[in-house]
T-cell receptor
Framework: DAGITQSPRHKVTETGTPVTLRCHQT?????MYWYRQDPGHGLRLIHY???????DKGEVSDGYSVSRSKTEDFLLTLESATSSQTSVYFC??????????????FGNGTRLTVT | GIQVEQSPPDLILQEGANSTLRCNFS?????LQWFHQNPWGQLINLFY???GTKQNGRLSATTVATERYSLLYISSSQTTDSGVYFC??????????FGTGTLLAVQP
């Protein structure tokens, strides 16, 4: 199994509070991703990183920011949580070979509830 | 952006039956992957298959990139195959777009 750890696994927070989710990998992969999963929507990309301090937006980036100061860590921050951000958040990693990213491997997810 | 459609949305099988899941996509892709999400929520990568055919045990997948579809075959299904199967595709960027999945229930 790919060495990906997400923390916390569960979190309940109040509307308007900041929240940071952490993803840690031990695989030294170049690419890291944050997805959210909601019923009826499958998985949607929030942000991704293609190297230290190199990030880009995904499909649903509004209200989220990310940071990657080390290869192994990718942080997702909700600056001011809203109820619409209640979701399951997955981190994923992939390697880069032959000018393309390769198989994606997921962490076990963080269930976030915003009350 | 690229659109991904999976069919059927739901599928119920008796143990031992075979099935075919389909993934259609709207544009050229250079990345296509199949995933299984088990009932505990874990997402497992089954295949990285931008083109051609691959097999892994009872599972196999075929992607016909020129016709913009991929198929996932499950043979001799087992109860442990239950869960949601996702197809995800990527084009010129490294962003993978997921379909909404096929929910499979294998009954003993």
């Amino acid at each position: 199994d790919a060495g990906i750890t997400q923390s916390p696994r569960h979190k309940v927070t109040e509307t308007g509070t900041p929240v940071t989710l952490r993803c840690h990998q031990t695989e030294n992969h170049r690419y890291m991703y944050w997805y959210r999963q909601d019923p009826g929507h499958g998985l949607r990309l929030i942000h991704y990183s293609y190297g230290v301090k190199d990030t880009d937006k995904g499909e649903v980036s509004d209200g989220y920011s990310v940071s990657r100061s080390k290869t192994e860590d990718f942080l997702l921050t909700l600056e001011s949580a809203t109820s619409s951000q209640t979701s399951v958040y997955f981190c994923a990693i992939s390697e880069y070979e032959d000018r393309a990213s390769r198989p994606l491997h997921f962490g076990n997810g963080t269930r976030l509830t915003v009350t | 952006g690229i659109q991904v459609e999976q069919s059927p949305p739901d599928l119920i099988l008796q143990e031992g039956a075979n099935s075919t899941l389909r993934c259609n996509f709207s544009d050229s892709v250079n990345n296509l992957q199949w995933f299984h999400q088990n009932p505990w929520g874990q997402l497992i990568n089954l295949f990285y298959i931008p083109s051609g055919t691959k097999q892994n045990g009872r599972l196999s997948a075929t992607t016909v990139a020129t016709e913009r579809y991929s198929l996932l075959y499950i043979s001799s299904s087992q109860t442990t195959d239950s869960g949601v199967y996702f197809c995800a595709v990527g084009g010129a960027t490294n962003k993978l777009i997921f379909g909404t999945g096929t929910l499979l229930a294998v009954q003993p």
